[in-house]
C-alpha cells in the first residue's frame, strides 16, 4: 500500500477503535451509575430496588428526628404525604435540613425497609421563600441531576 | 429616574445592537465600506450604552433603592457594599445584563483592537457579534428586565443576598466565566464570517487565535474561581461536583481548549480547518447551552437560578437560530478536504490531533452525563441523577491518555519526527516516569497505591518532556544565550502545560489522600486524622455585620506535639432571612496539606457534629488554573500578535 | 458524498433540541400536590379577625387558597395582583403560614385585604397537611372544597391567565350549570 494511504488508514482506524472504545466505555459507566429516584410511596409499594443506589425525597416528619446517646447516628422519617419511609444516617446533616421541610437522600435501601442514607441534601434558592423545602421537594419530583446544594456533603 | 434612564439606554444599546447586526451585513453585501466601517462606532456606541445601563442598575443596588423588585429581592441595608454591588449580578436578571455588557465590551474590543483586520473581515465579524447581541438583548428586554418597579408595594428592607454568594470569591466568579463563556463568541463569530466569506485560511485561524486564548484563559481562571469558592464557601471541603451548571463551565472549556490546539495546526500548516470551524462553533454553542441549562429549569442545581420555561423556550429558540444556523452555514460552506495529510504518525499534527480527539471526547462525556436525566425522563423511565462516580471513571483514563500526549507533542516536530531523535528525547522522561511513579507511593504515604503512581508519574512525564522540550529548543538556537529568544508563546505554552501537570496531580492526590472523619466533639476533645490532632477549645458568640454566629476555635498539632495552627470555624446565622445559616469553614491552608474544620450542627448536651479534613495537594488544584490563566495570558504578548498586520498578504 | 458527512453536527444538534424541547414541556419543577383531586384536609382554626373556620366554611363556590405571610417577599409582589383578582369577584382565603398574626393584621391593614378570610397557621401544620412547599402558593378548589390545582410561587396575569383562569372558569360555569 501506499506509505500516505497506510498513515492515513492507521490513523482512521486509530479514531475509530478509539472511539468505540470510549463509547463502549461511557455507556457502561453511565448505565452502573444512574440513581433513580423514588419517593416513599413507591418504596412502600415495593417499587424500589433493594442493595442499589437511589435516590428518596420528601417532608421531613416533625418530631421523628432522633440522635443516638453517643456518636453520629441519627434516624428520621420521610413522607411524601402518602407514605412515610424511615431513613438512618452517619454523620452531619446539611445546614438547612430541619423537620417539617424537604430532603433529599442518596443511599440505598436495607432489606428491612429502611434506608441508609450516605448523603442528605437540603437546597437552597436565591429566588423562592424561607421555608427552602421547597427547592428540596421540587428536587424530589425533579428529573434533573442528585447534587443539592448549597448545604451538600459530599460523600 | 436613574432606573428609567437604565432601562432606556438598553433599549437604545438595542436598536444599536440591531444596526450593528445589520448595517455591516448590508455593506459588505452592497459593497459600501462606509456602511461596513460603520461596525466600529455602532459597536462602541452599544457598549457605551449597555454600559451606562449597568451603572445604573449598580446605583440602585448601592443606594438600596427597594422599590427595584430586583434590588428588594436581593439586596439588604446591612449588606456591606461591596457584595451590594456583586448582588447585581448574583440573580437571574442582573447576571444577564452583565452577561450583555461583557459581549458588547468583547465586540467593542473586536471594533477596536482588529483596527489590522481587513476592513470587510471586520464588517462581518461585528455583524455575527450583533447579531448574538441581539439575541440577548431581546432576551432581556423581554423575558428578564433587571429594571422592573414594585410600585406601589415598595418593600422598607431587602430581602438580601443569599449568605453563599456574599463572598470575594463569588464577586468575582461570574465576571471571570462570562468574560470566558461571552469571549467565544468571537472566536464563533470569526469562524462564521470566515465560512460567509469562503476565506478559511490561515490568516483566520491567525486572528482567531488570539481571541480564542484570551476567552479561554478567562474560562480557566473563572472555573478555578469557582471551584476554590465551592472548596470554602460551601463548608464541606468539596471542590468539583460535577453539577450540572458546573458541567456547564466545564464543557465549552474543554471544547475551547481543543479549538486552540487545532488553530494552531491550522495556523501553522493550513489543515484541520472544516474541524478548527466546527470546534469553534461547537466551543459557543456549548456555552450557550450552558446558559439554556442553567436557566431554563430544564434541570436544576446548586447555583440554578429562578428559572422559568417561558426564558427555557426563548433561550431554546434563540439557541435553534444561532446553532441551527451556523451548523447548516458549516455544512454547506465548510472545506471538504484539506488535500493530502502530508503528516505523519510522529508528528505534532498528529500529536494534536490525539489531543482533539481526547478533548472531544471528554465533553462529550460530560455532555452525556449532564443530559442523561433529560433522555430518560423523555422517554419516561423514570427520575435519575447520574453519580459523580460515572465522571471520575471517565476521566481518569481519558486525562491520563491527553497527559502522555500532552508530553510528546511538544517534542514533536511538524509533518514528520525521526523516531530515533524522539526515542532519544524521551528517554529521560519516560525513566523518570516511570521512577516518581513507584517511589511516590510509598515515600508519600508508606504504601503502594496505584492511582497515585498514575497520577504521580504522569506529573513527572509532563514536567520532563517540557524540559527536554527545553533543552532541544536551546540546543537547536545556540545553547543558553538563546533563553530570552524563546517568545512569549512557547512561555506561555510551558506555563498552561505546567498548569495543567498541577491541576491534574492535585485533583488525583488530593482524591486519593484526603482523609476526613465527621466526629461528635465537645469543648476539651481531641480527634486524630492521620498525622494531625484536632482539638475543640472552646465555642463563642460573635456578631458580623449582617449575622451573628457560633465560633468553634480549634488547634491542631502534629505527631511532635506543636501546635500547627488554630482554627476557627462559624456557624453563620444571617439575620434578614429565617433560618438562613451557613457554615464557615476554618482551614489552615498549605502548598502540601489544607486543614479543614467545619461545624456541623450542635447535638444537645453541649457537643457538636465537627467534620475535619486532611486534605494534601489541593491547592495546586487552582495553583494549575491560574497557571493555565497566565500561560493564555503569556502568549497574548506574543510577537507575531503585535503586529498583525505586518505579516498580513495585502488584499 | 463528503458534504452530506458535513451535515452530520446539525443532525446531532437537531436531535439534540428536540430532546430540549421535550425536556422544556416536562417542567422537572413540577410537582403534583398530594392534593390534587382530593379535598382539602380537615381542620379548624381560627382566623386574622379572631373568628374560627373550618375546611367546610370553604364550599359552597369555586375559589382560590393562598398560602402567605410577611415574611415572604413574593408575596409582597404578588398582593395588589390578589386585589385586583378580589375586585374582579374571585374568592380567595389565604392560609397565614407560619407567621406572625400581628405583622399579617398589619399587613392586610396596609395592603389592603383581597380575601374572604384568613386561616392562621402559625405553627405550619395545616400546611404540612396540604403538601405546601414554600409561600407562596396557591391552590384552586371547587364548590364541594375539592383541590384542583396548585400553583408555586406568585400569581401575577400570566399565571392567571394561563393557568388558573381557565380551570377556574371551568368549575364556575360547571357550579352555575349545576
Given amino acids: ?155 | ?651 | 458524498m463528503s458534504r452530506l458527512r458535513l451535515f452530520i453536527p446539525l443532525l446531532v444538534f437537531i436531535a439534540l433540541a428536540l430532546l430540549f424541547w421535550r425536556g422544556l414541556s416536562l417542567d422537572p419543577n413540577y410537582m403534583p400536590s398530594a392534593l390534587e383531586n382530593r379535598p382539602l384536609p380537615a381542620f379548624t382554626a381560627a382566623t386574622l379577625d379572631g373568628a374560627s373556620i373550618s375546611d367546610t366554611d370553604l364550599r359552597g363556590a369555586p375559589a382560590l387558597v393562598n398560602v402567605w405571610a410577611t415574611w415572604c417577599p413574593s408575596c409582597a409582589a404578588e398582593h395588589a395582583y390578589l386585589n385586583e383578582l378580589a375586585r374582579r369577584g374571585v374568592r380567595i382565603y389565604g392560609i397565614n403560614y407560619k407567621d406572625d398574626p400581628a405583622a399579617a393584621r398589619r399587613w392586610i391593614a396596609e395592603k389592603g385585604n383581597p380575601y374572604v378570610a384568613n386561616i392562621l397557621d402559625p405553627s405550619g401544620h395545616l400546611g404540612l397537611d396540604l403538601g405546601v412547599t414554600g409561600a407562596p402558593e396557591t391552590y384552586l378548589i371547587d364548590a364541594a372544597g375539592v383541590v384542583h390545582l396548585r400553583h408555586q410561587g406568585p400569581v401575577d396575569e400570566r399565571v392567571w391567565q394561563r393557568v388558573l383562569q381557565p380551570a377556574f372558569s371551568t368549575l364556575e360555569n360547571g357550579a352555575s350549570g349545576r
Fill in chain 2, 1 to 651: 429616574m436613574i432606573v428609567e434612564l437604565g432601562h432606556f439606554a438598553l433599549i437604545l444599546a438595542f436598536g444599536l445592537a440591531l444596526a450593528q447586526a445589520a448595517l455591516p451585513m448590508a455593506g459588505v453585501l452592497r459593497g459600501v465600506r462606509a456602511w461596513s466601517g460603520a461596525a466600529v462606532p455602532l459597536a462602541c456606541g452599544q457598549f457605551l450604552f449597555v454600559l451606562v445601563s449597568f451603572a445604573c442598575l449598580a446605583h440602585a443596588f448601592l443606594t438600596d433603592d427597594f422599590s427595584v423588585r430586583l434590588v428588594a429581592t436581593n439586596s439588604n441595608t446591612l449588606l456591606p457594599a461591596w457584595y451590594k454591588f456583586s448582588a447585581l449580578w448574583g440573580n437571574h436578571e442582573g447576571s444577564m445584563l452583565l452577561w450583555l455588557t461583557i459581549l458588547a465590551g468583547w465586540s467593542s474590543a473586536v471594533a477596536l483592537i482588529g483596527k489590522d483586520l481587513p476592513i470587510e473581515m471586520r464588517a462581518r465579524v461585528l455583524s455575527v457579534m450583533g447579531m448574538i447581541a441581539v439575541g440577548f438583548h431581546l432576551f432581556v428586554l423581554l423575558t428578564s428586565n433587571p429594571f422592573l418597579r414594585s410600585f406601589p408595594n415598595v418593600p422598607e428592607e431587602g430581602r438580601d443576598l443569599n449568605p453563599l454568594l456574599q463572598d470575594i470569591g463569588l464577586v468575582m466568579h461570574p465576571p471571570m466565566l462570562y468574560l470566558g463563556y461571552v469571549g467565544f463568541s468571537v472566536a464563533f463569530s470569526f469562524a462564521l464570517a470566515a465560512l460567509w466569506s469562503g476565506r478559511l485560511d490561515t490568516a483566520w485561524a491567525r486572528w482567531s487565535r488570539p481571541w480564542t486564548t484570551a476567552a479561554w484563559l478567562f474560562l480557566s481562571v473563572g472555573i478555578t474561581l469557582g471551584s476554590w469558592w465551592a472548596y470554602y464557601e460551601l463548608g464541606w471541603g468539596g471542590w468539583w461536583f460535577w453539577d450540572p451548571v458546573e458541567n456547564a463551565s466545564f464543557m465549552p472549556w474543554l471544547a475551547g481548549t481543543a479549538l486552540l490546539h487545532s488553530l494552531a495546526v491550522t495556523e501553522k500548516r493550513g489543515l484541520f480547518r472544516s474541524w478548527a470551524v466546527l470546534l469553534a462553533i461547537m466551543t459557543f454553542s456549548l456555552s450557550l447551552l450552558g446558559t439554556f441549562l442553567v436557566r431554563s429549569g430544564i434541570l436544576t442545581s446548586v447555583h440554578a437560578f429562578a428559572t422559568d420555561p417561558e426564558r427555557g423556550s426563548f433561550v431554546l429558540a434563540f439557541l435553534g437560530v444561532v446553532v441551527g444556523g451556523s451548523l447548516t452555514l458549516y455544512a454547506l460552506r465548510a472545506p471538504q478536504s484539506s488535500g493530502p495529510a502530508g503528516y505523519s504518525l510522529l508528528s505534532r499534527e498528529a500529536a494534536l490531533l490525539a489531543n482533539n480527539v481526547l478533548l472531544v471526547v471528554a465533553m462529550a462525556t460530560v455532555l452525556l452525563g449532564t443530559l442523561a436525566p433529560l433522555v430518560v425522563s423523555a422517554m419516561d423511565l423514570g427520575r435519575i441523577s447520574v453519580g459523580p462516580p460515572y465522571f471520575n471513571l471517565m476521566f481518569v483514563p481519558l486525562m491520563s491518555l491527553l497527559a502522555v500526549a500532552m508530553g510528546v507533542g511538544p517534542l514533536m516536530r511538524w509533518r514528520d519526527s525521526s523516531g530515533a531523535s524522539l526515542r532519544a528525547m524521551l528517554a529521560v522522561p519516560a525513566a523518570s516516569c516511570l521512577v516518581i511513579a513507584i517511589a511516590f507511593p510509598f515515600t508519600y504515604a508508606g504504601h503502594w497505591h496505584a492511582g497515585a503512581a498514575l497520577t504521580a508519574g504522569l506529573t513527572a512525564w509532563l514536567a520532563a518532556t517540557l524540559v527536554a522540550g527545553l533543552r532541544q529548543r536551546l540546543r537547536e538556537r545556540g545553547g543558553l544565550r538563546a533563553l530570552p529568544m524563546l517568545g512569549f508563546a512557547y512561555w506561555g505554552m510551558v506555563v498552561a502545560h505546567v498548569g495543567f501537570a498541577f491541576s491534574m496531580a492535585g485533583a488525583g492526590l488530593t482524591s486519593i489522600y484526603s482523609d476526613e472523619r465527621d466526629v461528635r466533639m465537645s469543648a476539651g476533645d481531641s480527634v486524630t486524622l492521620g498525622a494531625y490532632e484536632f482539638s475543640f477549645l472552646r465555642t463563642r458568640h460573635v456578631d458580623g455585620p449582617n449575622y451573628s454566629a457560633e465560633r468553634g476555635e480549634f488547634t491542631v498539632k502534629n505527631v511532635s506535639g506543636e501546635r500547627v495552627r488554630h482554627l476557627k470555624a462559624e456557624k453563620r446565622d444571617y439575620h434578614s432571612q429565617m433560618g438562613n445559616v451557613m457554615t464557615e469553614a476554618g482551614i489552615a491552608p498549605g502548598f502540601l496539606r489544607d486543614l479543614y474544620v467545619s461545624l456541623g450542627e450542635p447535638i444537645g448536651d453541649g457537643s457538636w457534629a465537627v467534620r475535619v479534613h486532611h486534605k494534601p495537594f489541593v491547592r495546586w488544584l487552582w495553583i494549575g488554573g491560574v497557571l493555565m490563566g497566565a500561560g493564555g495570558a503569556l502568549t497574548l504578548f506574543d510577537r507575531r500578535y503585535r503586529r498583525p498586520s505586518a505579516q498580513q498578504p495585502v488584499r
Fill in chain 1, 1 to 155: 500500500m501506499h506509505p500516505v494511504r497506510r498513515q492515513r488508514l492507521m490513523i482512521v482506524a486509530f479514531i475509530v477503535v478509539g472511539a468505540s472504545a470510549a463509547a463502549a466505555l461511557i455507556f457502561r459507566a453511565l448505565s452502573e451509575n444512574m440513581n433513580f429516584f423514588y419517593p416513599p410511596a413507591q418504596i412502600a409499594a415495593g417499587e424500589a430496588p433493594e442493595g442499589r443506589t437511589i435516590r428518596i425525597g420528601g417532608l421531613v416528619v416533625p418530631g421523628s428526628l432522633k440522635r443516638a446517646e453517643s456518636g453520629l447516628d441519627l434516624e428520621f422519617r420521610v413522607t411524601d404525604n402518602k407514605a412515610d419511609l424511615q431513613v438512618d444516617f452517619r454523620g452531619i446533616l446539611p445546614d438547612l435540613f430541619a423537620e417539617g421541610k424537604g430532603v433529599v437522600a442518596v443511599g440505598e435501601l436495607l432489606p428491612n425497609g429502611r434506608f441508609k442514607a450516605d448523603q442528605v441534601l437540603a437546597k437552597h434558592d436565591e429566588n423562592y421563600m424561607p421555608p427552602e423545602v421547597h427547592e428540596a421537594l421540587k428536587k424530589g419530583a425533579d428529573p434533573g441531576v442528585a447534587l443539592g446544594g448549597g448545604a451538600r456533603n459530599d460523600r
